[in-house]
């Protein structure tokens, strides 16, 4: 009998519409690698479409088709990993993905990797987490475990997307503007005709007067850091709009309030 390739069970999924999903993975060895919050890991399956190379020792060699997710489960959650998917019609992995179902096999990496996290920010900070579509994941990873725990000051998710159905994990952050004074909850939607809240793109929400009058807090360089993650488009004029308020690009060798990762 031919060994398992894969060492990963999909063991649940959560729908928010057609073609935005939930993952909740397991590992065959059990517990899960530590990790920080705003990681990611990489999944993968097996090309069946490309035939197998043959290596020197005459055994077959399959092509992989991996890809790395933000993993949105919180990082005190060991027995399983969250990841927020979006179905790419014309990918070559997610159109496979979508179709295994509970209980679908895959490779999960024994390896977690990134540094977009909370280690540069200070406690005491106003937080702005800044995402577009899936964006939004490291986001939850971190406020799942951090929150309650003093970790930062003020802090607001503002999330962009097309349509409402977009909005991934809203029902959860809304319960938290709810529940939690010193967090707000922002949705800006570009598309949507029937949507009544904020419309149009992410920029929109950052507006001084609009934003002080949204979560109660002036997002300047002081006291702010803003984390970016999503559109590569986003995040290059979100950046640029920061900068120009006295906000800088955190870089390893060089501190700074503006923290990215790019999704592609």
């Given at each position: 009998?031919?060994?398992?390739?894969?060492?990963?069970?999909?063991?649940?999924?959560?729908?928010?519409?057609e073609y935005t999903w939930i993952f909740h993975i397991k590992s065959d060895v059990g517990n899960l690698p530590e990790f920080e919050p705003g990681q990611?890991?990489?999944?993968?399956?097996?090309?069946?479409a490309t035939p197998p190379k043959i290596g020197k020792d005459g055994k077959p060699r399959p092509k992989w088709i991996r890809?790395?997710?933000?993993?949105?489960?919180?990082?005190?959650?060991r027995d399983h990993f969250e990841l927020l998917i979006i179905l790419v019609d014309d990918g070559k992995l997610t159109p496979k993905l979508f179709k295994l179902g509970v209980g679908g096999r895959l490779w999960l990496s024994p390896k977690i990797s990134g540094d977009f996290t909370l280690n540069p920010v200070p406690e005491s900070s106003n937080i702005a987490f800044i995402g577009t579509g899936t964006g939004v994941a490291p986001y939850v990873s971190m406020i799942r475990r951090y929150r309650d725990q003093g970790r930062w000051n003020k802090y607001t998710v503002i999330q962009g997307v097309r349509y409402g159905k977009d909005l991934a994990y809203r029902s959860e952050f809304e319960k938290l503007a709810e529940e939690d004074p010193n967090f707000t909850y922002i949705a800006c939607v570009t598309r949507d005709e029937a949507w009544t809240g904020t419309k149009g793109r992410v920029p929109v929400a950052l507006e001084p007067a609009f934003f002080e009058e949204h979560t109660g807090w002036?997002?300047?360089a002081e006291d702010c850091h803003a984390?970016?993650?999503?559109?590569?488009q986003m995040i290059d004029d979100v950046e640029a709009l920061l900068i120009e308020?006295?906000?800088k690009t955190h870089k390893k060798k060089d501190a700074g309030n503006i923290h990215l990762e790019r999704y592609w």
């Open positions: 009998m031919e060994s398992d390739p894969y060492n990963a069970t999909i063991s649940q999924i959560d729908i928010f519409n990611f890991t990489t999944i993968g399956l097996i090309d069946e890809r790395a997710y933000s993993i949105a489960s919180a990082s005190d959650v002036p997002l300047r984390f970016l993650c999503g559109s590569p308020r006295g906000f």
